[in-house]
């Protein structure tokens, strides 16, 4: 004698009213998402953290970690702050740092000044 359940026999029970199984009307179409169904199963992202560390640093600008430590030690490097014995970047640095190399050609004036080595001799 076998005393099993039959889940057949049982009622289901469904919840019209959530945002799963919301029947389309004429103002929502059955393929858009419910307003705030989304909202509230997707985790909220973190703000962008205001200072970074080397390695956070380095990924951000797509250099070497390496390449920020030695410009710390002989300088042309973005501004750095110490905490303790922890060095962090400021995010505001980092961009001013970037945009301070921007230039348009080689030959840009600004790009020779900055680059002595760019300059060819003239023969």
Same mark, same amino acid.
Not at 88 to 95: H, P, Q, R, W
């Given at each position: 004698?076998?005393?099993?359940?039959?889940?057949?026999?049982q009622p289901?029970?469904?919840?019209?009213?959530?945002?799963?199984?919301?029947?389309?009307?004429?103002?929502?179409h059955a393929?858009?998402?419910? &307003?705030?169904a989304?909202?509230a199963?997707?985790?909220?992202?973190? *703000?962008?953290?205001?200072?970074l560390?080397?390695?956070e640093?380095?990924?951000?600008?797509r250099l070497?970690p390496?390449?920020?430590?030695? #410009? $710390?030690?002989?300088g042309g490097? *973005? $501004?750095?702050?110490?905490?303790?014995?922890?060095?962090?970047?400021?995010?505001?640095?980092? &961009?001013?740092?970037a945009?301070? $190399?921007?230039?348009e050609?080689?030959f840009? *004036? &600004?790009?020779?000044d900055?680059?002595?080595?760019a300059?060819?001799? &003239? #023969?």
């Open positions: 004698m076998s005393h099993s359940t039959d889940l057949s026999r289901r029970r469904i919840d019209l009213d959530s945002s799963l199984h919301r029947k389309a009307g004429p103002t929502a393929m858009r998402p419910v &307003e705030g989304i909202e199963q997707a985790p909220q992202a973190c *703000p962008t953290p205001r200072y560390t080397n390695n640093a380095a990924a951000f600008l070497s390496r390449t920020l430590e030695k #410009q $710390r030690v002989i490097g *973005p $501004r750095f702050h110490k905490f303790g014995r922890r060095v962090m970047y400021a995010l505001t640095d980092l &961009e001013a740092w945009a301070d $190399r921007s230039f050609t080689t840009d *004036p &600004e790009y020779l900055r680059h002595p080595g300059q060819r001799d &003239e #023969q």
